[in-house]
């Protein structure tokens, strides 16, 4: 046989041999996709299921701990002891008679009130003394003769649930007894689970959930805010890669599967988000198989297609000669790369040395920079003692000599600084009052100020605004803004400055100026950024201060004002001392 005849012989088997492949290929491709649309709906449909089953249980979960807990108040409102501990006004026994029915009640507390709304009793011994005349567990129970279930909302966030009743001894009531529901194992329970789940009141509100930051909120809220890394995150890292998931709702762009049931009980209602994820480990696991199925048939195919065909031997050897050429070539380009990389060593040895001394170099400005100021108050109170002296008015100039003292105690302070810019941490930080950091800034600034016509207005609260922090990093930050305040308004024709100290969930501390605005947001806390003349500045007091307010942990922000000038706010974590104290 010539070599034509067998080359037009073998063509036939060619194109049979890409048919076969092609149409083994498209089988694949329809029984995956089949396979996955049959599984997906029969997994997801049983996922349902077990959704609402166990939302159910839920749902009776919960009102059986409302049901066991709705007894208990009338049945100690006929306690013989508490019933006598009231009229006798004798509680020694009766914090002791309440502990003695907690445990085997299972309430997360229990407290017995007087006629007037004093807690006489109760298990925990830090309510006693307490007064709830106002709260609407006492106010109702004594309006009714039937227990009372109440929800009232905690200050520090959550809510508490209370069944109360009146203590009547002859027809005169003597009291009020409570019975705090211990719904927080209920929580527990619910976020043990791949589910997010949350109760709401008839009018909406979210009272339960496992995700504390919903409780409060109305759903429409509650999912419009970012969710925390918990079981609803995990859900929707689950569904993400679904095809067709069956929608019920959209959860951050993502759909995830909803179900909602009534709790008989004061029109509540509870809503759940069920994860995907076991539905997806099934059909994958399926659709794994029957990938691997037919990858066995198509390799089997293509091993004979080999046999059959000589040429792959030519293939072979021509490709392992052009594999021989590349790893010589790789060797060369090797022992170059490691040519460069022991010329790449000496150069960053070089860079290392050059990045110590631009360090110091930055350490040492900062210094200057911040000295700057008290030398020159100094120099300023120095001029006036030396005229009060010639005017023989020592106790006046005495005055000046103890405002130089304390800035020279300041530039000692400042220099001892230096120690711990080589460590992080807050073991220096204590209590601090903004308000009086705010007072012995303005006080340094003093001299500057009397040089010119400046409207300073300044809106302090009332009360003290306390930060944990250095007291000293925090003045340096506002005489900073300041000082920045002051050289905008150098042009301005009516120059004013604007202090404003607010305080709410964080302490919020803004300088306003009238000046002619910010150039350049984007580097104006870059080190030696300045738009002074030189001379005037070095560009790095933006620089320290948002590092101070970092180390603090707050965030200082610069932006142009609507109506001109400049507004530099400084937020900082409030300080608390019952939260510190509870720590």
Request: aromatic share 6%; with cysteine; net charge neutral.
């Amino acid at each position: 046989m010539t070599q034509a005849a067998a080359s037009h012989s073998k063509r036939p088997d060619r194109w049979f041999f890409r048919i076969v492949v092609a149409g083994v290929c498209l089988l694949a491709v329809v029984v995956i996709s089949v396979t996955n649309n049959l599984l997906t709906q029969r997994f997801s449909e049983s996922t349902t299921t077990r959704a609402e089953i166990r939302l159910t249980l839920y749902v009776a979960s919960l009102m059986s701990e409302l049901q066991r807990n709705s007894i208990v108040p009338q049945l100690l409102a006929r306690d013989p002891e508490l019933i006598t501990a009231l009229q006798d006004r004798n509680y020694s026994l009766s914090t002791q008679r309440l502990l003695s029915f907690v445990d085997e009640i299972g309430a997360a507390s229990l407290m017995l009130l007087d006629r007037d709304g004093r807690t006489v009793a109760a298990t925990d011994r830090n309510k006693i003394g307490e007064t709830h005349k106002s709260e609407p567990y006492f106010v109702n129970a004594q309006r009714s003769n039937v227990t009372i279930f109440s929800v009232t909302e905690r200050e520090q966030g959550g809510y508490v649930f209370v069944y109360s009743r009146k203590v009547e001894s002859g027809g005169e009531m003597l009291g009020v007894i409570s019975v705090e529901v211990d719904m927080a194992k209920l929580e527990r329970g619910w976020a043990g689970v791949s589910d997010a789940v949350f109760v709401t009141t008839s009018q909406g509100d979210i009272i339960l959930s496992t995700e504390p930051r919903w409780r409060g909120l109305m759903e429409a809220d509650a999912l419009a805010r970012q969710s925390a890394p918990s079981a609803i995150q995990r859900a929707l890292q689950a569904t993400q890669d679904w095809s067709t998931p069956p929608v019920d709702t959209y959860l951050g762009g993502v759909a995830v599967l909803r179900r909602e049931i009534r709790v008989p009980f004061q029109g509540w209602r509870m809503v759940s988000f069920t994860t995907y994820s076991s539905v997806r480990e099934k059909v994958n696991g399926v659709l794994a198989l029957e990938v691997m199925g037919f990858a066995i048939l198509l390799a089997l195919l293509f091993w004979m297609s080999n046999r059959k065909t000589a040429s792959r031997l030519i293939f072979f050897q021509r490709e392992s000669a052009e594999l021989r050429a590349l790893n010589a070539q790789l060797q060369r380009e090797i022992a170059e790369r490691e040519k460069v990389e022991k010329t790449l060593e000496v150069a960053e040895q070089t860079l290392a040395q050059s990045s110590k001394l631009a360090a110091l170099g930055e350490m040492s400005a900062a210094v200057s920079h911040e000295l700057n100021q008290p030398l020159a108050a100094m120099k300023t109170y120095l001029a006036g003692a030396r005229l009060l002296l010639q005017r023989k008015r020592p106790d006046e100039a005495m005055s000046s000599f103890q405002r130089i003292d304390d800035l020279i105690d300041r530039m000692g302070a400042i220099t001892r600084q230096l120690k711990s810019y080589a460590r992080k941490g807050a073991d220096a930080f204590e209590p601090v009052d903004t308000r009086a950091a705010v007072s012995s800034a303005l006080s340094m600034m003093e001299p500057q100020l009397k040089t010119r016509q400046v409207d300073i207005t300044r809106t302090l609260p009332s009360g003290p605004v306390m930060i944990m922090g250095d007291r000293l990093r925090l003045e340096q930050v506002i005489i900073n803004l300041l000082r920045n305040a002051l050289d905008a308004t150098k042009l301005s024709k009516d120059p004013a400055i604007e202090i404003l100290l607010a305080a709410g969930d964080t302490v919020s501390l803004t300088v306003r100026d009238n000046g002619q605005g910010i150039v350049n947001l984007d580097e104006l806390f870059e080190p030696f950024y300045t738009t002074k003349e030189p001379g005037d500045g070095v560009g790095l007091g933006l620089a320290i201060s948002s590092g101070i307010v970092n180390d603090l942990g707050g965030r200082l922000t610069a932006r142009n004002a609507v109506s001109g000038g400049a507004v530099f706010e400084v937020q900082l974590p409030i300080y608390i001392e019952q939260a510190a104290a509870a720590e």
